[in-house]
């Protein structure tokens, strides 16, 4: 199966096996202690931006058993609240793309990849709750800093959530699918804005007029630097052909 030529830039990220590797005698996806070390650097900043964050949903419960409650100070505490959990949540996804979890373990599996959404609830509901039961606050205040703070949780919570989570077998799966089309080769090309990636950097996809740069790299690279999770079913169809030609 021969590849067609891109006139496009071509990067390539990293080297072939610099962020995954096949056990002996398995197909099991296993991290490079590179990436183990990014992904831990990245879990420690994450905790303590999340410790961080709690520690003004404490404030923010203390000044609300005092009257009177300083209502701009109060909102502000919420706000940078927010931007903290956000962050830590960002972090985390990132931190699980390096160093996916593992399906058999589900409860394992659930907690790594949604552990952003829990946080997200410890830090912002129970200061919902008690805005709307809170006897120093008029109706007005109660309406006011009740909506800033529920905007907060569903924020952060739908930004801690991971909709498609890594997992070792989905980055084995995947990789075994690009070898099997790729002549043994985990290569394959993807560009900053694409939600795919290409078996062929001549793919009308992305080398088009609006394309300045393709980069290179594996399957597992595309994961992590763009959360890029579906094969391009262009390249597969192209693959698969070719692939069917060379054995007849």
Known sequence: MEK????????????????AASAAGSRAFVPTDENKGKARTL??????????????????????????INMTWLIGIIVVELIFVIIGSVLWKKSNRLDPASEKDKF???????LGLIISVIAFLPLVILVFTNKN??????????????????????TGTD????????????TKQVELLNQGVNSVYWTKSGRSYHLFQDCSYINTDRTTEIFEG???????LKNITDLCDRCQARAEKAKGLETN
């Open 4 to 19: 067609g030529k891109s006139s496009k830039k071509i990067t390539r990220v990293g080297e072939d096996e610099s962020t």
């Open 43 to 68: 879990r420690i900043i994450a905790i303590i931006l999340w410790a961080i964050a709690i520690g003004f949903e404490v404030w923010a419960i203390l000044m609300l058993r005092e009257a009177p």
């Open 108 to 114: 394992k599996f659930f907690v790594q990849n949604q």
């Open 137 to 158: 606050m008029s109706g007005k205040q109660k309406g006011i800093v009740g909506s800033i703070a529920v905007v907060a949780l569903l924020i952060a919570g739908i």
């Open 163 to 174: 909709f498609n989570p890594p997992s070792q077998e989905q980055y084995a799966e995947q």
């Open 218 to 224: 594996t399957v597992a690279q595309g994961r992590e």
